[in-house]
Each structure stands twice: as C-alpha cells, then as structure tokens.
C-alpha cells in the first residue's frame, strides 16, 4: 500500500520534476560576413543539477547543444560554462562537475557574405540528464529556437579628394 502512495505522488500537481527551461533571447543583428555571439539562457529547476558539457567521468551524459542552421548561416565555436565541482551525498568522495540554477552558453553565429538579409531561425536542442541529491533522471531534452537578423554592411563614406573643406575666415 505503501508503494502505491509514493509512486502516485510522483504524478501529483505541484511535485518537483527534473527539468531545464529556455529563455529566448532578444533578435541579435550579424553584418553579412561577420561573426556575432548569441547568449542563450537557461534554468535547471530548483533541486536538481544537470551535468556540464564535460563531466568529470566517462559514464555521465554531458549536456549539449544541437542546432539546425539556416542555409548561409555557420554556427561556430559554442561556448559552455565550467561546470560547477559538487559532491552529493551518493558519491561524497566524488566531485562532480555540473550546472544549476542559471546558466549561459554562447553561440557563435557567422553570416556568409553571400546570404540574403532578413530574419533567420534557428532550432535546436539542449540535451542533458538531470539528478538530485538521490538519482539520476533519464536523459531529457529542451526545445531552442532563436532567431538572428541579418542586415547588409554599411557602406563606408568615400572622401572627395577633389574638394577641400569649407574653411570661414
């Protein structure tokens, strides 16, 4: 009977789940032919940690980012947090490198001199395998998508050498 309770628990509103949210970011703008970085942030929910991209063992799932791109658009180095040394109490010898709370990762965003200026999406996601103090949950994924505006380089001003400027006397 006992088992019973404890398991529906689990399924009632208002008991915590291991999750990871995403908060979009604002349109970022990249001149054609450069490079821009992209701050995406997310939320590990309160009581649970997350592994960082690189765990400290061989056997932890590594969060990571994967994204579709748009055509003309290159995606560069993705920048990760360290991860943050913790010891739980199912491994207290071990220091574990993790995420939670907030955190950041950047992403760097090249436009192709040879793409069209406009709105582009980008879609992805960011996988990673929750715990809390106890266990590990199975592996999870959260939904990103964040757009980038591309615009034309400015033209620069050509000086007239034919002309000097005005000077009042």
């Known amino acids: 009977m ?29 001149v054609r032919g450069q490079e821009g970085g992209i701050n995406l ?10 592994n960082s991209n690189t765990p400290t063992e ?16 290159v995606v560069g180095r993705i920048a ?17 490198s993790v995420y939670s709370g907030d955190f950041e ?19 992805g996601e960011l996988k990673y395998q929750a715990c809390d103090n106890a266990a590990c949950y199975p592996p999870k994924q959260t939904r990103v998508n964040f757009e980038v505006k591309v615009v034309k380089a400015p033209v620069p001003k050509k000086a007239n050498p034919g002309q000097s400027p005005h000077v009042h006397s």
């Open 2 to 30: 006992m088992l019973t309770l404890a398991a529906s628990a689990q399924d009632m509103p208002g008991t915590k789940v291991p999750s990871v949210t995403f908060q979009p970011p604002p349109i970022e703008t990249i």
């Open 41 to 50: 942030q997310f939320r590990v929910a309160s009581g649970f940690h997350i």
């Open 58 to 73: 061989e056997y932890l799932i590594p969060t990571a980012l994967k994204l579709d791109v748009p055509t003309d658009l």
């Open 80 to 96: 990760y947090p360290a991860g943050e040394e913790t010891s739980f109490a199912f491994a207290p010898d071990e220091k574990l």
């Open 105 to 123: 990762l950047t992403v760097n965003v090249r436009a192709l001199s040879t793409v069209v200026p406009g709105k582009y999406e980008f879609r």
